[in-house]
């Protein structure tokens, strides 16, 4: 089993330049989430899944849309990229909502110039 | 609010030293904990989490962590450290209900 993959696993853009990071797993995991990790600031929750079809906001979704269209998939979009997006992202997914474990993907380093 | 403190940003022990990292939380009932570690360039990945019972929790790693509920805390914990523990270390906690919330980090140093 590969777990939780990501594509790109590095990315520059200029401002205002739109792109699509691709997270996939292959554990059958009903939750996904969208995490971009910032020096000192830990990680932040972008968006999350709680299911095909499904999106919800986390605690800094302005600026990214997000969609579910298969259960395996969990794809992040920039529509408009600013320099504030430069972060390192991180897919996560999970068998259930609260107290399982999240599996982790190798991260999206993406630089917004 | 919930939150997640890791009081220490940086952490330096020499190898075969031992280990303690700490985490506290503020939530309204004791919620499921977690420590994670992300070595770099990496994902993070699960060390231990506590439901409830025994406060000792052992992990992978050779780690443990122990829950106290009059201090708020779920502390980290290696007897000796080796030098492929040098990363970053995340606590988090979440309650029935809600999601997931991860502390800042803590980044271990191993000096030779």
């Known amino acids: 089993n590969a777990g939780v993959t990501q594509t790109p696993k590095f990315r520059v853009l200029k401002t205002g330049q739109s792109m699509t990071l691709l997270c996939a797993q292959d554990?059958?995991?009903?939750?996904m989430y969208w995490y971009r990790q910032d020096p000192g600031m830990g990680l932040r929750l972008i968006h999350y899944?709680?299911?095909?079809?499904?999106?919800a906001k986390g605690e800094v979704p302005d600026g990214y849309n997000v969609s579910r269209l298969k259960k395996q998939n969990f794809l992040l979009g920039l529509e408009s990229a600013a320099p504030s997006q430069t972060s390192v992202y991180f897919c996560?997914?999970?068998?259930?909502?609260?107290?399982?474990?999240?599996?982790f993907g190798p991260g999206t380093r993406l630089t917004v110039l | 609010a919930q939150s997640v403190t890791q009081p220490d940003i940086h952490i330096t022990v020499s190898e075969g030293a031992s280990l303690e990292l700490r985490c506290n939380y503020s939530?309204?009932?004791?919620?499921?904990l977690f420590w994670y570690v992300q070595s770099p360039g990496q994902g993070l990945q699960l060390l231990l989490k506590?439901?409830?019972?025994?406060?000792l929790v052992q992990g992978i790693k050779g780690f443990e962590a122990e829950f106290k509920r009059s201090q708020s805390s779920f502390n980290l914990r290696k007897p000796s450290v080796h030098w492929s523990d040098a990363a970053e270390y995340f606590c988090?906690?979440?309650?029935?209900?809600?999601?997931?919330?991860f502390g800042k980090g803590t980044r271990l140093h191993i000096l030779p």
């Open positions: 899944s709680v299911g095909e079809g499904t999106t």
């Open positions: 996560a997914s999970s068998k259930t909502y609260t107290g399982a474990e999240q599996f």
């Open positions: 939530y309204g009932a004791t919620p499921y």
């Open positions: 554990m059958n995991h009903e939750y």
């Open positions: 506590y439901f409830s019972g025994d406060t």
């Open positions: 988090a906690a979440s309650n029935r209900d809600d999601k997931i919330i």
